[in-house]
């Protein structure tokens, strides 16, 4: 067990008074560990029929499991394949609260390395737009791997201070989803070198950054627009303080009942916040000694009524008659529906970018729309990002192997393929697929496929 500061447990145990043994107790406890279905690319029924894991359910998710820390899920095949994201179970908690629909348009204002991002994109199921953001350039970049990985195709990836997105976004976002950087208390036990971070910073600091972020995100949320604020502290100051400052700035801001609440969650404890306001036991606490999962808060915020502004949601098809023949030649042996957005050309890159209506002028933009390849002379290549938002059925040319061949692990090394035995298909641009579930592209020539699996992407 890690040693504690002596200042944070004279705060927890303040805090949680005659179960602070209990709390202490939990440290002893083995860490549990969870993924979360990707359910743009499978069902959770369909997931479990293949599941090559012992697996149960997180109760408080439609789509979040245990697996045993002995298992190693992120060398499998299906992890490749983007059919699952590996996510600390508590931390499921935000983005499936989050009531997002279909073409909703979605911000996640501290978005690496991207669990609830593509959580919520599953959620907006193609429709819409997710703005995923990260200040951090270096973050951000894992973040727009876990997208594209996960099949994403209608996100906007940012990397920027939020105050400088707010002037062009002001009441721009039907939800919005903030996991405030934080002090991380309710993480000692699953990383212990997040309390020297505490002990050289504490509260205060972050306290002040979840200020300038939720300020602004309050001001690009729409009227009736649902926020959720997420912390994985314990710190009253944090957490109910930080909910009653966003209610001081916007009157109109309320705290939602949480539905199918699950029964281990604590209330919120307004008894420990700056002032006394009943809304605050609409929160969710979540200790680490009364569920299988780590510490965190959870509030789902409400900004006054919903208004009669309805965004244009006709599936409008893309033009393609104009662009290079190479590209339309590419295009088509393939199937997936392009609407709602535009193709664009730039550097030689091949963009599908949705439509948004919003100007990014000065904003660090690391990606908008779907990368679907590059130019080359005289001739298309498709992009590892654009493998991954096909499905089987969307691709004219695909060779499907199962788990258990080792010709797929050969593959995911970037390796050449004979699959001469079972390839019916033609010469040229192939899909490769685990399971009938895309991995990459290759090209092929009389069964043996050259591949095109990105380099960085490779199993090691």
């Not at 145990?13 to 602070?20: A, S, T, V």
């Not at 906007?156 to 903030?178: A, C, G, H, N, T």
């Not at 009524?305 to 409008?316: A, F, I």
Request: hydrophobic share 40%; aromatic share 12%; net charge negative.
């Amino acid at each position: 067990m890690a040693a504690l500061p002596a200042e944070f447990e004279l705060k927890m145990k303040e805090l949680l008074g005659e179960e602070y043994e209990s709390y202490l107790e939990s440290f002893r406890a083995e860490r549990v560990y969870g993924l979360r279905v990707n359910t743009l690319k499978i069902s959770v029924e369909d997931f479990l029929r293949i599941c090559p894991f012992e697996v149960k359910p997180v109760p408080w998710t439609h789509n979040g499991f245990y697996y045993r820390g002995s298992d190693k899920p992120a060398k499998h095949p299906y992890y490749f394949a983007g059919l699952y994201y590996l996510q600390e179970p508590s931390a499921m908690t935000p983005a499936e609260i989050l009531p997002v629909e279909e073409g909703d348009f979605v911000l996640d204002t501290c978005a690496a390395p991207g669990g609830k991002s593509t959580e919520l994109a599953s959620k907006l199921n193609g429709k819409g737009v997710l703005f995923s953001n990260d200040i951090s350039n270096s973050r951000a970049q894992a973040l727009l791997k876990n997208l594209e990985l996960f099949g994403v195709k209608n996100t906007v990836i940012l990397s920027e201070d939020p105050q400088k997105l707010e002037p062009q976004f002001r009441e721009y976002f039907d939800k919005i989803l903030i996991d405030a950087p934080c002090s991380g208390e309710g993480m000692f036990r699953k990383e212990p070198a997040v309390i020297k971070s505490w002990v050289e910073h504490g509260n205060e600091f972050y306290v002040n950054l979840q200020k300038q972020i939720t300020k602004k995100a309050l001001s690009m949320l729409k009227p009736g627009g649902m926020m959720v604020y997420s912390t994985c502290t314990f710190a009253p100051c944090e957490d109910e303080d930080m909910i009653l400052y966003m209610k001081d700035l916007c009157p109109e801001l309320k705290v939602l009942d949480i539905p199918n609440r699950y029964g281990g969650f604590s209330e919120g404890m307004p008894e420990k916040a700056v002032r006394y306001d009943e809304e605050l036991k609409k929160c969710i606490r979540i200790f680490p000694h009364k569920v299988d999962g780590e510490g965190h808060f959870v509030a789902l915020l409400q900004k006054g009524e919903e208004t009669e502004t309805e965004r244009d949601s006709k599936n409008k098809k893309a033009d393609i008659s104009r662009l290079p023949l190479e590209l339309r030649e590419f295009l088509s042996m393939v199937s997936m529906p392009f609407e709602n957005g535009s193709f664009e050309i730039r550097n030689e890159k091949v963009y599908f970018v949705p439509d948004t209506g919003a100007a990014f002028t000065g904003l660090r933009v690391m990606r908008s729309g779907l990368l679907i390849g590059e130019m080359k002379k005289k001739r298309f290549e498709p992009s590892q990002a654009f493998a991954m938002a096909l499905k089987e059925a969307e691709f004219s040319n695909i060779v499907s192997l199962p788990a258990s061949d080792p010709r797929v692990l050969k593959y995911l090394k970037g390796e050449t393929v004979d699959v001469s035995d079972v390839f019916t298909g033609n010469d040229g641009w192939v899909l490769f697929a685990v399971d009938h579930f895309p991995l990459g592209f290759a090209k092929a020539a009389r069964g043996i496929l050259k591949n095109k699996y990105l380099a960085g992407w490779r199993y090691q």
